[in-house]
């Protein structure tokens, strides 16, 4: 195995890691069994999948093409800076509309407070 | 309650300027790969979508005093008057031109009226779906 198949090997394997946790980031939200933990399924792992594909894609076509693509490295960038941003907003829209926890939750420490600055204002 | 929303905010002030410089991109690639006016105005309308969600709408407003309505009018005035200008040099409606200049800092360069065309459909696009959303938000 020469040096190219060798980096073309590398990218590849990265695109199946994506893919890999892409489908365990989907079974997470299928199994879990509320918005929040869903939410927490969705967005981490979601976030490392794509970001291993896009790296992948990004290896490839730089090893093959010899090409070093300015979008997919903006792409990184962007879906890094803004998937968790947008899971956090759900997961506090889903809050502050008093979407139940699961049975199982042992404590709520943003419930006292967002019940301190209610009394105060 | 003034609502908390500094982790938005934050964010938008950083990947605005992402999204803006894949507008100008795709604006710019438009004539040898995928893109152009009419995707690179709607990522540009898209930031200003982004700006209005993450603030409100007088501070955005306050930072961006374009009325929308008038820069899609300027868009389409942009659009025609490059069609026309194909008429002066005794060509049919909407003839495009090109040639090479040298240009100091970027070299041999490819200038096509074309272009000037597409800045025209962008600035229509951007100007048109942003004064639909500011229509559609106001009233409420």
């Not at chain 2, 908390?4 to 604006?27: C, G, R, S």
């Not at chain 2, 309308?45 to 309505?69: C, H, M, N, R, Y």
Request: proline residues 2%; glycine residues 8%.
């Amino acid at each position: 195995m020469n040096v190219s198949e060798m980096d073309e090997f590398i990218g590849a394997f990265l695109i199946l890691i994506g893919g890999i946790i892409s489908v365990i980031s989907a079974m997470g939200i299928i199994r879990f069994p509320d918005v929040y933990t869903r939410a927490h399924a969705a967005t981490k792992s979601t976030t490392l999948g794509v970001l291993l594909s896009l790296v992948g894609a990004f290896i490839y076509i730089w090893m093959t093409e010899n090409y070093i693509s300015v979008r997919l490295v903006l792409g990184i960038v962007f879906v890094f800076i803004t998937a968790p941003v947008s899971g956090h907003l759900i997961i506090r829209a889903a809050y502050r509309s008093k979407v139940n926890m699961t049975e199982d939750t042992v404590e709520d420490e943003l419930k006292a407070i967002l019940d301190k600055q209610t009394e105060v204002h | 309650m003034k609502i908390n929303d500094v982790i938005l905010e934050t964010v938008t002030k950083i990947v605005v300027f992402i999204i803006l410089t894949v507008a100008v991109y795709l604006f710019f690639s438009g004539h040898n790969s995928p893109g152009g006016g009419f995707i690179g105005g709607l990522v540009l309308a898209s930031a200003f979508v982004l700006l209005l969600l993450a603030f409100d709408i007088e501070t955005i407003q306050k930072g961006i005093p374009f009325d929308f309505k008038r820069v899609a009018a300027l868009g389409v005035f942009i659009a025609v008057t490059t069609g026309l200008g194909a008429i002066v040099f005794g060509q049919p409606f909407l003839t495009q031109a090109f040639s090479a200049f040298n240009l100091p800092y970027f070299g041999e360069t490819e200038l096509a009226t074309i272009t000037l065309f597409e800045a025209g459909v962008a600035l229509a696009v951007v100007g048109v779906v942003v004064s639909i959303i500011l229509s559609i938000s106001e009233d409420v």
